[in-house]
Structure formats: C-alpha cells, structure tokens
C-alpha cells in the first residue's frame, strides 16, 4: 500500500508493564525510522533501519528499548518495563532512498500512556 | 549537531491573510528539506519537499523556499483559510557530509490559527 502503517493506534501501559509497537512500511521502501513525539511538538530520532539492519540506534535507550525489522513482517519496537516518561506518540517513517528524492512518508502514530 | 528552529512559535492571523512561517537550520549538509503539517492528535502529512538543489517548490497555495548558503527556509502561505490551522513542521534530512546523516532533525513547529 501507499501508506505506512503502525498499531495499536492507542495503547496504555501500566508501570513496569511491556509494550509493543508495530510499523508496516510502504512496500518498497528499504529505509524505516522510529520518532518519539513529546510535549511541545518536539521529535525524537531513536532508531533507523536500512532493510533488516540497524543503521543507526543513537537515540535508543538501550536499557529498555529494542526494535526489529525483519522480512516479510511489520517492523517493531518494544520497551520493557515502561516508566511513565515513556508516554508520548510514537512515529514511524519510511523511505526508499533516505528521503533524498521522496522525503519521508509518516505513519499517523501510535500514543502510548503509561498509568 | 543539526538544530532546526522554527519562529514564530505561533501565529494568529484573520482568513484571507498571505503568511510567512520561518525555519533556519545549522548544518548546511542535508539532502532536502521537508514541510509537514500535523493537525491536533493526528500524524504528518508531507506539503512540500524541497531538494538541496533546488531554491523552491510550490503546491496550490503553499510555496517554499531554501537557501542552503544561510541556513534558511521558508512557507508561503496565501489567501489563508480557516482550514489550514494546524501545527507546522519543517524538518532537515541529514546528508553524508552533515552530522546528521539519515536522520530528519524537527524544528519545533509554528501554531497556525486562521480566524473567520
């Protein structure tokens, strides 16, 4: 499809608990991101992926934060045992070459709220 | 480090209004230059995407600019209406003799509101 497409659109977590994001990229497209969305409008960069490989995981909080893409699946991110600054909207993005000729194409989002 | 800021942080403007939202970036090594908008509790919906190479870019209503030299772009606005009220974002797309390579750094956003 033309759209990237992430679920659960809403989830809440109680402290501590899992939580598991999931992100199907535009067919095609080689290049994955993960944004995190906090208050004020400010974007995050965790993660990108070119194919099943990890390009870049900077922004990671390793200690709890892991993500995947693998073949023939949605990509994923997971966070273990969620703290409550954990609650934001987590973004995730597309492209085929690095946004170089296409730019980036957004899912519309996942908000995570950890009670 | 790429920083991209975005001023005014908000703006507030009667229908009909031609306006101007401006971003200024610090890292001149990007690949394009992106404007989104994003609507309350919604995602990023791409306007205009503009390449290094390019000065600027047009769609309906909105026009964009770069000048990669200065560090600068901006959106064009015309005839505002009361459905363009959203946030605004741009974003600079990290290029492989930037220190952002692969990444798409945010400015904070302009708050647009279009008053009947």
């Known amino acids: 499809g033309e759209e990237v497409a992430q679920t659960p659109k809403h989830l809440v977590r109680g402290e501590g608990q899992k939580a598991k994001l999931y992100c199907a990229p535009i067919k095609g497209h080689s290049y994955v991101f993960w944004y995190q969305q906090v208050l004020k409008n400010e974007f995050k960069f965790l993660i990108s992926f070119q194919n099943e490989n990890v390009f870049d995981e900077t922004g990671m909080p390793k200690e709890r934060f892991s993500a995947k893409c693998l073949p023939n699946s949605p990509c994923s991110l997971e966070i273990q045992a969620t703290k409550l600054e954990d609650s934001a909207v987590y973004f995730c993005a597309s492209s085929p070459n690095w946004g170089v000729n296409y730019g980036y194409t957004f899912g519309s989002g996942t908000r995570l709220t950890v009670v | 480090k790429q920083e991209v800021t975005q001023i005014p942080a908000a703006l507030s403007v009667p229908e009909g209004e031609n306006l101007v939202l401006n971003c200024s970036f610090t890292d001149s090594a990007i690949y394009n230059l992106q404007w989104f908008r994003q609507d309350p509790g919604k995602g990023l919906t791409s306007l205009l995407l503009?390449?290094?190479?390019?000065r600027e870019q047009t769609s309906g209503r909105l026009n964009a600019s770069l000048d990669k030299s200065s560090g600068r772009s901006t959106l064009y606005i015309a005839a505002s209406q009361p459905g363009d009220s959203a946030t605004y974002l741009c974003a600079a797309s990290g290029n492989a003799g930037g220190t952002s390579y692969g990444k798409l750094t945010f400015g904070q956003g302009t708050i647009l509101t279009v008053h009947p």
């Open positions: 503009i390449q290094s190479s390019q």
